[in-house]
């Protein structure tokens, strides 16, 4: 896969390329600002832009950057890195696009194998979020007083929590040791059970329908 | 003098209180330590993450392969250590995006019920970020489950109404500030 980084750190940003590399990835460019990177995708495309959040331009240059690469060359994936999980940045990359699109902590992405399997799915279309931030929001939604998520068995809040990192129905049943099957019911039970619209099968719809009511039922409990 | 104690109790918890907004240097100071925890400390750890990372990819051994993934768990706890306190010196999206969606941020961190009512047009710089540290410094005081209602009025005298209520059914609460701003 080829890939380009634009972080401000320089630390960072040079264990990220080695750590790429020994994943068997190609660096294409690294460089230290959101501008540079775009002037640098415009006339070289990449399969996929990794960008840090915090860095210039501007004080969350990453997600304007982010924009600007969406509009630029859509079928490049995007990965975006943090020091914070914060829903608003979420909600911000979840403007940008609903596919080939992720967010993550940046100590996360820390091995070979976890940083090449964001990358695959970002890659095969799939929306990536950072799975404390995932469970954060199935936490804090199940904690509130007559929530509807309170209502979710064990297993059907598992599969929730999977769902809203983005993962396909073959993903959560190989995490749960359970069939693909049983998935597809637990998700219809949770879609019934939570009164959510949109169809259950179109994975990025899906995975929009249960971040958005996540997030409403997180911030103000008005959510449902 | 027991009816007395009880008055003054009574009042004393329904009567406003007055929150002390911090001062524009204060403000200033707190928003560079922040940027120097993020860009310092935070930024060399989780680059050590990476480098742990990579070591852990060319390593063979099982024994050495579990102590580097152990390293690792200790580098992912120090920084959820760092997160918190950055978020507490100085809100993150309050830096970034601006008072609205930073007190949301700290709401939903804090897991408080938040029903914010700011001025139409948007606040400047010294007045979003002294507001912003105003209100999210009073989140850090309250209990999880609390419901918080924040009214923010004004440009250069900024009024900041902010009334909440613990769980539990206790009597509401209500606190005001006011900030001269630049």
New interface residues.
């Given amino acids: 896969m080829r890939v380009a980084i634009a972080e401000d750190?320089a630390?960072?940003r040079?264990?990220?390329v080695?750590?790429l590399e020994?994943?068997g990835h190609e660096v294409a460019g690294c460089f230290a600002d959101g501008d540079a990177l775009i002037a640098a995708v415009a006339t070289d495309p990449v399969d996929v832009a990794i960008l840090d959040?915090?860095m210039p331009p501007g004080?969350?240059g990453g997600l304007t950057t982010a924009e600007r690469v969406r509009a630029l060359r859509p079928d490049t994936g995007i990965l975006l890195l943090s020091?914070?999980a914060?829903?608003?940045?979420l909600t911000r990359v979840l403007e940008i696009g609903a596919e080939r699109i992720g967010y993550r902590?940046?100590?996360?992405i820390?091995?070979?194998r976890v940083?090449g399997d964001t990358l695959d799915r970002i890659s095969a279309g799939e929306i990536v979020i950072e799975p404390a931030l995932a469970q954060r929001l199935v936490r804090?939604g199940a904690?509130?007083?007559g929530s509807p998520l309170a209502s979710l068995s064990e297993r059907e809040t598992d599969v929730l929590r999977l769902m809203a990192e983005g993962r396909a129905n073959n993903a959560i049943a190989g995490e749960l040791f359970i069939s693909a099957k049983a998935v597809e019911k637990h998700i219809a039970a949770i879609f019934t059970k939570l009164g959510l619209p949109g169809d259950a099968t179109v994975h990025h719809r899906r995975v929009l329908a249960v971040l958005a009511y996540l997030q409403a039922r997180?911030?103000?409990?008005s959510g449902g | 003098m027991r009816r007395l104690v009880r008055w003054l109790h009574h009042w004393g918890t329904s009567l406003p209180g007055l929150l002390r907004p911090p001062d524009r240097t204060t403000a200033f100071l707190r928003y560079g330590l922040e940027r120097t925890l993020?860009?310092g400390a935070?930024?060399?750890?989780?680059?050590l993450?990476?480098?742990?990372?990579?070591i852990?990819?060319?390593v063979a051994d099982r024994d050495v392969e579990k102590r580097l993934a152990d390293a690792?768990r200790r580098?992912?706890d120090i920084?959820e250590d760092?997160?918190k306190v950055?978020?507490m010196i100085y809100p993150?999206?309050l830096?970034?995006?601006g008072l609205g969606?930073g007190l949301?941020?700290v709401?939903?961190g804090r897991?408080l019920?938040?029903?914010l009512d700011l001025p139409s047009t948007e606040l400047g710089a010294e007045a979003r970020s002294r507001t912003g540290l105003l209100v999210a410094d009073h989140f850090q005081t309250l209990r999880?489950?609390s419901v918080v209602r924040v009214r923010v009025r004004g440009r250069r005298l900024v009024r900041v109404r902010i009334t909440d209520q613990q769980p539990g059914g206790a009597m509401p609460r209500e606190r005001r500030a006011v900030l001269r701003c630049a």
């Fill in positions: 750190g630390l960072f040079e264990g990220l080695l750590l020994a994943a959040i915090r004080p969350d020091h914070y914060e829903t608003h940045y902590l940046k100590e996360r820390a091995g070979v940083l804090g904690s509130q007083d997180r911030i103000d409990g | 993020h860009d935070a930024a060399e750890t989780s680059a993450a990476l480098e742990l990372g990579m852990s990819s060319a690792q580098v992912t920084l760092l997160r950055g978020s993150p999206v830096a970034t995006t969606p949301h941020a709401a939903e897991g019920r938040l029903r999880p489950g």
